[in-house]
């Protein structure tokens, strides 16, 4: 061990993510508010004899169009990190994943929380296992922080059906249901010190592998994380 | 007159889009919160053809509020508003439409007469 964070790459792509991606939506909001107010001119305006005389403003409501158009093809998301992080979407083992999300968690070491770990069963998922790990990972520091870095935090992997489920539960305070949602956008965080991106990275990543995350109550009042992520099936056997 | 839910947190949008719908001879009724489009389909759901909304609510999103919509609403289209290219929406949720944020106005106001008339002829989701 050489004390370096395996997950440092790829969770510094995912804090980008989460930031430009706020951004994005920030953006497309005002120019979207933008572009229609130009529309609305032009109707009002288009049969007028100030658009009609005066070539200028037909001119730059064009222009006005143009440039919005312009601004929002610069916020396409796609390739905008492709130089810094290639994902390779491969059948790996969920609960691999979630042991080392646990190992990998960064929880303190003066004393050490309680984590336990339960993955009665196994399955293959298709993700980027650094990005699984990475989302556990998240769920992890989330829990253990929710409990003042005592625990216990409980880690779960099982399967339901052609789905894996991978829930983090607490004993904190846990989340009221009308917060969730807000619980779960990037840079939401009631903690002093932390940007609130955890939450959003395991959806983000939940979801890019045509999964769910979801937010609940634990039978003791605190949190329960979960992704469910669709199992791998076994590659038709050749005749 | 067809009866738009508008549903969405930013005031510029509500204000400027729900003008341009006026202008087609629609009545707007403006929701600037996920709880005030809540209260409006309690209120008078089944009044609503179409609800526009966007994703991203402050206090909720707006793939939430199309469980109410069916229920309060059975008759009324869900168009999403996205301003988010799709990337915050889950895969599992149904619109009947969706049209990305800063779309042509001329492209919003097609693709809503078409939900209107497939909502007339008793057509569901695509």
Known sequence: MDGRDPLDGVERVAFAEEVSSAMRHAVRNKLAAARNAATYIQRRLSKTEAWQSDARIPTFHGLIESELDAAGGLLDPKDTLAHVFTRHAERVSASRCIREAVAHARVGTDAAPSVRVEAPDDAEVMVDPRELTLAVRCLVENAVEATQGKGPVSVRGSRDGDRFVIEVTDDGPGIEESRREEAMRAFFTTKPGHAGVGLPIARRIARRYDGAFALGTSPSGGLVARIDLPTSPLPAVQP | ?126
């Open chain 2, 1 to 126: 007159m067809k009866r738009i839910l508008l549903v969405d947190d930013s005031d510029s949008n509500r204000l400027v889009l729900g003008s341009l719908l006026e202008d087609e001879g629609l009545e707007v009724v403006p929701a600037a919160s996920f709880a005030q489009a809540r209260e409006r389909l309690a209120a008078e759901g089944g009044a609503f053809d179409i609800v526009m909304v966007d994703q991203h609510l402050g206090d909720g999103l707006g793939s939430n509020l199309v469980p109410l919509v069916r229920k309060q609403a059975p008759g009324a289209k869900v168009m999403l508003i996205s301003g988010s290219a799709d990337e915050d929406v889950a895969k599992d949720t149904v619109f009947d439409a969706t049209v990305p944020k800063g779309r042509d106005f001329g492209d919003v106001l097609a693709l809503m007469h078409e939900l209107l008339a497939r909502s007339q002829s008793g057509g569901g989701a695509p």
